[in-house]
């Protein structure tokens, strides 16, 4: 691709189709992108696009994404697909991108920004040494719009300090970075602050101003939160007072009147809250110094700040101070005396947990949002969440003396409620948060709270505040305070009596009509959440008998709320029918008639534009669970299933939509694993050519499941495909991936049964040249799984072929060379073979070697004999080896896979359990003791002799048991 005008028009135009809402249109502008990224100077004419000032801002902007999103697939090279950016572009992006990047308007400065992060992430700082410095360089041209640019541009290469695990390399990358960064961003942050002071009186000049120094603000979040540089430390007098400075300032002219959207000022004090937070908790003894004033100046501000939303984030993180600190042995003093803690009870924590009016939009407005925050966790910046904390950490240290405030607190709330309960809705609703709060001292996902204050009686509270609440007969009557209640049984689910939470479910399948989004989700999720509680005996606590009689409602109740209107696609509504479902069993049955033409009509309308991954994970889920019940006692209904799915399936897979493709194999994986008549229907046959398409394997959400739907075939019509002549193609499918570091396995899976299943004669002709690529993918790249997976390999073989032919066809390609992989593969490698099916398969295997092959027991392989044996009894006897090899560690990393990608989600209920190949042999060291007990008289009592006395002795008693004597 040339860079021509010509070209540069042809990509604005296809970038604006990638715009269009019409799918039709969106689609072949996407495909056609996606097919001229590999050429050479793409990226570079994306860059020109972007950098062209007469060319419309929103194709710009989408030129920028899309450049963006290329560097993001394409620029770590992958092993699999080798490097899809040419070296010469790689070189052009870097010389061009950070100029590009400064002189941009702001919405494309952030994109390229982005890209440069991500460049640097992988080429920072060896193929990329002069970054730093070209970043350097420009904050001394004194115009802040390039200033704020690198300064984003810092912020987003450095804020992965802020998780990346601790390694050799990360500290060498970060002692450069602080080498060359540190002083400068020191300096400039000194200067800036200078400059709002020179500054005070222009407005303009002083959002510019602050806006830098928010971004210097997390920037040196970012290069302290791995650990205090001495730099940084040496320099902690002149940060921290500035920080202090910039807590307590105050400019009216940045004041803003918008309520909603955070300024400059709120954003800068939540960062250094967030900075002195970090100190506190991981540097406390050299922040103890600079603690007491900070203290002071936060809790002036908690005091001092408004209820508006725009403040949340500073509040939040300023009550996250306050934890840190008070959760610190030798700051607890500061908390100890009742009366700061009833200070702290009365202006900061009730404060922040009162139900504001923005809430309630939230609640009414944005349940998605609402819900998001208040059940799922990524509530992590609100007010809430943060005051929750802080009782957690003052509950942890001054239970009672908290509880003793809390308590009349909470006495005094819902008497408030009980005289006007209709105006004072809002004083139970934060009576319920703090009970909950108060009382929660372990929590997990999975159980809700665990472990709870016993200074609260939650089954009373319950019996007094929440079933009262539940059983009203108006599910719609303050909706808030209906989701208070079925959100306190799902919070408690795992401590409340059982007797309750199952009394409860009846209430909550009424909920389930409720009109507010947030009360018929938390209901869904509640009654999910129910059903997965084990009882003391370890099995489901709501059994499918005592579910039964709830059926016919739960179905209904959450069918109609797939039909609301914005619950369209509720994921809990589908995970509770998926849990139902589950449960129900058999009993789903006399439903299924109502309840699958929905399911079906659901997955149509959701394939059209999928949005919600998880909405089509349960739902595909609950498609997969109804195939198994209804299959498990009647296998003749695979037939009615394919009438219903494949119509569905056949759209999803002609329109390419790749979300869901990963899915349909799976499902059609399980169908046609199900199949009991002796051949393969002719439906599948018809689509046997297209799923060997190359294509098909190069998005790695497919491989898996496209894999295992080729083994179902391979185990239901081997004859087929050899009538169709496809064993070529279904051997080019295994070369593609054995040749795959990240899919080697798969290919190994689809191999194994290849030899299963196919008649050897079959296979002939093709068996020298699969071992041919096998060891040529061991000699170039070599890793433990690879190892694992050929040793598995070679024992199948030796089981379905016989022992010698393994000797014979190695030895083929190269004289005696079985002896090497004796000695390099099996006596290495074979303590690291995992799996209970491959280590049995391994198991019979190598015994095969030793029992019956002559090869084995004459020179020049006898040489091998008594350590192979050795080794067995090893396999058998110690701990599997869980080492890896070093070139592994590269790959230990695997990042997202390259290309327009889906990622594979795997179907729970649509898999099929592993079936034992080898079911006629039990005992596999009984197998070895029986065959050694038939080689030649007077053998045995010598290799005894010839292998470790430990293994010796071992073999001695498998022989024993299996009644052979030893001369």
């Known amino acids: 691709m040339e860079l021509t005008e010509e070209n540069l028009l042809t990509l604005s135009v296809y970038l604006k189709e990638t715009l269009d809402p019409d799918v039709n249109v969106r689609r072949p502008a996407e495909k056609f992108l996606e097919s001229v990224e590999v050429n050479q100077n793409y990226p570079l004419l994306l860059l020109h696009l972007i950098d062209k000032a007469e060319v419309d801002l929103v194709i710009r902007i989408t030129g920028a994404v899309t450049f963006k999103n290329y560097i993001k697939r394409n620029w770590k090279i992958d092993e699999d697909t080798g490097d899809r950016i040419h070296m010469q572009d790689r070189l052009a992006v870097k010389r061009l991108i950070m100029n590009l990047m400064l002189h941009s308007p702001e919405s494309i400065q952030k994109q390229l920004s982005d890209a440069v992060s991500i460049i640097g992430r992988h080429d920072f700082p060896e193929k990329w040494p002069e970054l730093i410095d070209q970043m350097v360089e420009k904050f001394n041209t004194g115009d802040f719009h390039v200033i704020n640019g690198v300064l984003h541009t810092a912020h987003s290469l450095f804020k992965r300090y802020r998780y990346e695990f601790k390694s050799q390399s990360l500290w060498t990358e970060i002692k450069l970075v602080l080498d060359q960064f540190a002083k400068p961003l020191t300096d400039l942050f000194l200067a800036t602050m200078n400059l709002a002071q020179v500054h005070a009186n222009n407005i303009e000049a002083l959002k510019i101003i602050y806006n830098s120094l928010v971004i210097l603000c997390k920037v040196f979040y970012s290069l302290n939160f791995q650990d205090l540089p001495e730099y940084f430390e040496d320099n902690m007098n002149a940060w921290m007072t500035n920080f202090h400075i910039l807590l307590t300032v105050d400019v009216p002219a940045l004041k803003t009147a918008d309520d909603e959207e955070a300024g400059v000022i709120e954003q800068l004090k939540s960062q250094v809250c967030d900075n002195v937070g970090l100190y506190a908790q991981k540097y406390d003894e050299e922040f103890q110094p600079f603690l007491p004033q900070f203290v002071t100046a936060i809790w002036n501000l908690l005091t001092s700040t408004g209820q508006q939303p725009k403040f949340d984030s500073l509040v939040s993180n300023a009550l996250q101070f306050l934890a840190t600190v008070a959760d610190r042995a030798q700051y607890r003093y500061l908390f100890e005396n009742p009366t700061t803690l009833g200070s702290i009870c009365e202006k900061v924590i009730i404060p922040n947990m009162e139900f504001r009016e923005s809430d309630h939009e939230l609640f009414e407005d944005n349940p998605e949002e609402y819900i998001r925050r208040d059940i799922e966790g990524s509530d992590v910046d609100t007010r809430r969440r943060a005051a929750c904390d802080l009782v957690k950490v003052l509950s942890k240290y001054f239970e009672a003396k908290i509880m003793e405030i809390f308590g009349s607190y909470i006495q005094l709330m819902l008497q408030n409620y009980a005289e006007k309960p209709t105006e004072n809705w809002r004083s139970k609703d934060a009576a319920l948060y703090l009970v909950t709060s108060s009382a929660s001292k372990g929590q997990t996902q999975k159980h809700g709270v665990t472990q709870s204050s016993d200074l609260v009686s939650l089954p009373q509270f319950a019996a007094q505040h929440i079933e009262p609440e539940l059983a009203k007969l108006n599910v719609n009557e303050v909706p808030v305070l209906k989701a208070d209640a079925i959100k306190f049984i799902m919070i408690f689910r795992s401590v409340l009596p059982k007797e309750l939470v199952i009394g409860s479910l009846p209430h909550l399948v009424r909920h389930l009509g409720a009109s507010s989004s947030v009360v018929h989700s938390y209901a869904a999720c509640a009654i999910e959440k129910i059903l997965t509680l084990k009882g003391l005996d370890g099995g489901l606590l709501v059994k499918g008998e005592v579910l039964g009689s709830l059926a016919a409602e739960l179905f209904k109740g959450l069918f109609a709320t797939l039909e609301t209107q914005g619950s369209e696609e509720n994921e809990y509504a589908m995970k509770a029918v998926m ?43 609950t498609l997969s669970l109804s195939i198994k019940i ?52 002719e439906p599948y046959m018809a689509l046997f050519p297209c799923l060997l398409a190359p294509v098909l394997f190069e998005r790695q959400a497919n491989i898996h499941p496209l894999t295992r739907l080729l083994q179902a075939f391979v185990s239901h019509g081997p004859h087929q495909i050899i009538a169709q002549n496809k064993i070529s193609g279904l051997l080019g499918v295994f070369q593609k991936l054995i040749s795959s570091k990240a899919n080697d396995v798969e290919g190994f899976h689809l191999m194994q049964t290849i030899i299963e299943q196919f008649p050897p004669n079959a296979l002939e002709p093709y068996m020298k040249q699969v071992f041919v690529l096998l060891f040529q993918r061991l000699t170039s790249s070599k890793t433990t799984k690879y190892v694992k997976g050929l040793i598995v390999f070679f024992a199948t073989y030796a089981v379905k072929y016989g022992a010698s032919n393994l000797v014979a066809i190695i030895d083929q390609i190269q004289p005696q060379m079985f002896g090497m992989v004796v000695d390099r593969v099996f006596i290495t490698d074979l303590q690291k073979v995992s799996g209970e099916s491959e280590r049995k398969i391994t198991a019979v295997g190598i015994s095969n070697l030793l029992i019956d092959c002559p090869e084995m027991l004459n020179s020049p392989y006898n040489a091998y004999y008594p350590r192979l044996l050795a080794t067995l009894v090893e396999f058998f006897e110690l701990p599997q080896d869980e080492s890896i090899l070093p070139e592994d560690q590269a790959f230990a990393e695997v990042d997202d896979a390259p290309g327009y990608q889906a990622a594979y989600s795997r179907l729970i209920y649509a898999g099929n359990p592993k079936k034992d190949p080898l079911q006629s042999i039990g005992d596999v060291r009984l197998y070895l003791a029986q065959g050694l007990g038939k080689l030649s008289p007077g053998q045995l009592p010598g290799l005894l002799g010839q292998i470790p006395e430990p293994n010796a002795n071992h073999l001695r008693s498998y022989l024993q048991t299996a009644g052979i004597g030893v001369a």
């Open 630 to 681: 209804v299959c498990k006692t009647n296998p003749a209904a695979v037939s009615s299933f394919e009438q219903a799915l494949f119509p569905v399936f056949q759209g999803i897979l002609q329109q390419d939509i790749q979300e869901f493709i990963p899915y349909v194999f799976q499902i059609l994986s399980l169908l046609l694993e199900l199949q009991t008549a002796p051949d393969i229907p």
């Open 579 to 621: 849990r139902t479902f589950y449960i129900l069993q058999e009993r789903v049955v006399p439903f299924l008639g109502d309840l699958l033409p929905k399911l079906t009509e659901k997955l149509t309308i959701v394939a059209r534009n999928p949005r919600r991954p998880h909405f089509n994970h349960y739902l595909f889920e």
